[in-house]
């Protein structure tokens, strides 16, 4: 077909109202923490020491990791969405998570005596956390694949690893509700390897299915 | 045709957007122009029709229009989505190539330097000396090689790089001072 033929094709094919990227990431995000809530209260649900955990700052720093990496996560896909858009300072802030991380590891690391470390690090719940993290986050990861095949992605396997991130973001979130192995040390590795079990499913996702 | 630049181009766009047929075909001709000219650039071995990469960009436009930010620059989403679809089609070629977003960000700054009429391609030989003139045209306009052209004229390849070399440090000093002219 000629150009210009198809030009003329297009040109009469009505445009419509576009709805904004934005909102339908938005969209994709809330859905995805629906079902990884519904998935969390089926399988897991809340640690029975709730109330007093809650005021314990351990339990608190792993949601603000979560959430951080869920937040930049989502920054940076958002951007990697759409062609031409400058995602080099999101890709950057995906650091923080990790960054805090780190600090809250040295930092722990002075609190406890050094025959602790290993049976800290080892925790109770390492399988549990390995097993139910990523069962937690497949579903946000299916939403925000479908998400990235509507955008425009012209990296697609890193988008899709980018949201992996968030899908292991938001999972973790919900699982460390449940966990009672608290310390930065254990989140340091499991929840690091989940999350990353996530982003490499999000990466070879992606690259099957959100190319255009 | 006068280039259009990006404030316009985005203007047609956002009409086209709102419902402008009429601004959706002009950008889509714009942007058919400005894609050709890169795809020319870049396809340089041959094996992939720029037209191709032409009309899977403006395909691509239609269908991810979403994509584009409103309120932000059109240039490089449209230059992004033409550059996705030149490594797609390298790709499938088989052949791997890396594009330097260099390349990318000069085709911003100068679009009106890429196409030129065959008229101002003959004003542009005519400024040369004769020498120069047959060995320009045979490489630039014919597309015959250096070794090609040099056994052409019956020279030695040094002989048509210098003529080559000189011939257009000539028309780039002839055009650069026209543009400073019109300043």
Redesign the interface.
Known sequence: ?D??E???K??????G?????STVWLLAVCISIAIAALVFFAVLGLRSDIEAALETPRFLFKFLVTGTLAVSAFNCVNAL?????NWRNEVLCLAIAPALLAMAVVAELYALPSDSWAATTIGRNSMVCLTYIPIIGLGPLAVFLWTLRY??P?KPAFAGSVAGLLAGGIAATSYAAQCNDDSPLFVAIWYTIAVGILAILGAVGANRIA?? | MKRKDEPELARLMRAAISGDERAYGDFLQEAACLVRGLARRMIVHGGIDPEDIVQETLLAIHLKRHTWRQDGPIMPWLYAIARYKLIDAFRHRGRRVEIEIGEIVETFAGPASETVSDQDIGHALATLAPGQRSVVASISVDGRSISETAKWLGMSETAVRVAFHRGLVAITGRFGQKKNGYK
């Open positions: 077909m150009t210009s198809l030009i003329k297009l040109t009469s094919d009505p445009l109202p576009a709805r904004s990227l969405s759409r062609p031409g858009q955008t425009a012209t190319r255009w």
